[in-house]
């Protein structure tokens, strides 16, 4: 028989870390995306305009919805096996990749477990039920439901925040026509704590449980499909891809769960190759770097605009050659690096270091 509680233990049983179950109902909190994107918010990010209707009630992503059932998925990998046990190298070394991505494709991975949930469930249950997965692309706001199926509350960052295993984990989940009992949703425990607000180097949570996004790391690095605002590029700091910093600082990831679940443990050195060393590869090196992982959502050209723009960020003169032989020099081994986007990325990143020259 099916129940919260025997699918909660399948769930764990296919690699997921916490599943829990929340009515397929129009909770307050699923009405704050309009007024989120009508403070500009949500910046170049127009899918989200185009599907807030959608996401505003799950019934509107699976008409037959009675239940959503959420799981969370432990990405977080030691330094150890995150290849931190290496001799300490110069921070401006070191880009930041959102851990993530280190891994493989979570879209993928989740689809595929959330697949087998419900093969699993199907072969339990007399009746045909309707069932739609939702991966982060889909039309869903997860935090919502994983607040309402005691998966964590949404902290002060808007990551959700579970107290024993912190912040590190992947929602998806399954919207269903079945009538399951619903778990508790879990009262807030941030506190008076501020430090993620008081962390992110570019002021984009701008309140409590408010994030603006176009002042957002992950948005300028990932989102941002042009040019990065000139302002804004210094603010990239070491970010290639996305950022982790107000969830590195939070009190609940202090000690995190660290998994050992092999689709999340770091896969072709993305996590610490050198910004110099990246921008040099050829482009069929580049994809290599970024396939079968998150970062498949940027183009190539995209990820050497970011290159450009932390290895301006380095300050270090001596990386300025660097940026006039893309591709290790091979002619044509680095189109990307050729469209106006990179150019213009890459003229920035000569001037800046120019200037940290003539100051040193």
């Given at each position: 028989?099916?129940?919260?509680?025997?699918?909660?233990?399948?769930?764990?049983?296919?690699?997921?870390?916490?599943?829990g179950?929340?009515a397929?109902?129009s909770?307050p909190?699923?009405?704050?995306?309009k007024?989120?994107?009508?403070?500009?918010?949500?910046?170049?990010?127009?899918?989200?305009?185009?599907?807030?209707?959608?996401?505003?009630?799950?019934r509107?992503?699976?008409?037959?919805?009675?239940?959503?059932?959420?799981?969370?998925?432990?990405?977080?990998t030691d330094?150890q096996?995150?290849?931190?046990?290496?001799?300490?190298?110069?921070?401006?070394?070191?880009p930041?990749i959102a851990r993530?991505?280190?891994?493989?494709?979570y879209?993928?991975?989740l689809?595929?477990r959330?697949?087998?949930?419900?093969?699993?469930?199907?072969e339990?249950?007399?009746?045909?039920?309707?069932?739609a997965?939702?991966?982060?692309?889909?039309h869903?706001?997860?935090r919502?439901?994983?607040?309402?199926?005691g998966i964590?509350?949404?902290?002060?960052?808007?990551c959700?925040?579970?107290p024993?295993?912190?912040?590190w984990?992947?929602?998806?989940?399954?919207?269903?026509?079945?009538?399951?009992?619903?778990?508790?949703?879990?009262?807030?425990q941030?506190?008076?704590?501020?430090?993620?607000?008081?962390?992110?180097?570019?002021?984009?949570?701008?309140?409590e449980?408010?994030?603006?996004?176009?002042?957002?790391?992950?948005?300028?690095t990932?989102?941002?499909k042009?040019?990065i605002p000139?302002e804004?590029?210094?603010?990239?700091?070491?970010?290639?891809?996305?950022?982790?910093i107000?969830?590195?600082v939070?009190?609940?990831?202090?000690?995190p769960?660290?998994?050992i679940?092999?689709?999340?443990q770091?896969?072709?050195?993305?996590?610490?190759a050198e910004p110099?060393?990246?921008?040099?590869?050829?482009?069929h090196?580049?994809?290599?770097?970024?396939?079968?992982?998150?970062?498949m959502?940027?183009?190539?050209s995209?990820l050497?605009?970011n290159?450009?723009?932390?290895?301006g960020?380095?300050?270090?003169?001596?990386?300025?050659?660097?940026l006039?032989?893309?591709?290790?020099?091979?002619?044509?081994a680095?189109q990307?690096?050729e469209?106006?986007?990179?150019?213009?990325?890459?003229?920035?990143?000569?001037?800046?270091l120019?200037?940290?020259?003539?100051?040193?």
């Amino acid at each position: 028989m099916l129940t919260t509680a025997t699918i909660a233990s399948h769930a764990r049983q296919l690699g997921f870390d916490l599943c829990g179950v929340a009515a397929a109902a129009s909770f307050p909190e699923l009405a704050h995306l309009k007024e989120w994107l009508s403070r500009g918010y949500g910046g170049e990010m127009a899918y989200l305009h185009k599907t807030a209707d959608t996401r505003a009630d799950i019934r509107q992503f699976l008409p037959s919805a009675r239940s959503v059932i959420v799981t969370g998925t432990v990405y977080y990998t030691d330094a150890q096996s995150a290849g931190h046990g290496e001799p300490p190298r110069a921070p401006a070394a070191s880009p930041a990749i959102a851990r993530y991505a280190w891994g493989e494709d979570y879209h993928v991975v989740l689809a595929a477990r959330l697949g087998a949930l419900i093969n699993w469930m199907r072969e339990q249950h007399d009746e045909p039920f309707d069932a739609a997965i939702f991966v982060d692309k889909h039309h869903v706001q997860e935090r919502v439901y994983a607040k309402h199926a005691g998966i964590g509350w949404i902290g002060k960052n808007t990551c959700v925040i579970h107290p024993e295993i912190g912040s590190w984990m992947l929602l998806a989940g399954v919207a269903v026509s079945l009538d399951l009992v619903p778990d508790a949703p879990m009262p807030d425990q941030c506190g008076a704590c501020t430090l993620c607000i008081d962390s992110c180097p570019t002021g984009a949570i701008v309140d409590e449980h408010e994030v603006d996004a176009t002042r957002c790391i992950s948005y300028l690095t990932i989102e941002i499909k042009g040019s990065i605002p000139e302002e804004q590029r210094g603010d990239v700091g070491q970010h290639v891809f996305g950022c982790d910093i107000c969830q590195e600082v939070c009190p609940y990831n202090l000690a995190p769960l660290a998994t050992i679940d092999p689709a999340w443990q770091p896969r072709g050195g993305r996590h610490r190759a050198e910004p110099v060393e990246l921008w040099r590869r050829r482009d069929h090196e580049l994809h290599a770097l970024v396939q079968g992982s998150a970062m498949m959502r940027t183009s190539l050209s995209q990820l050497r605009r970011n290159l450009a723009v932390v290895i301006g960020n380095n300050a270090d003169p001596r990386a300025a050659s660097a940026l006039d032989s893309p591709g290790g020099g091979v002619p044509h081994a680095a189109q990307s690096a050729e469209t106006p986007l990179v150019r213009e990325h890459a003229a920035w990143a000569r001037n800046r270091l120019a200037a940290a020259k003539a100051e040193g």
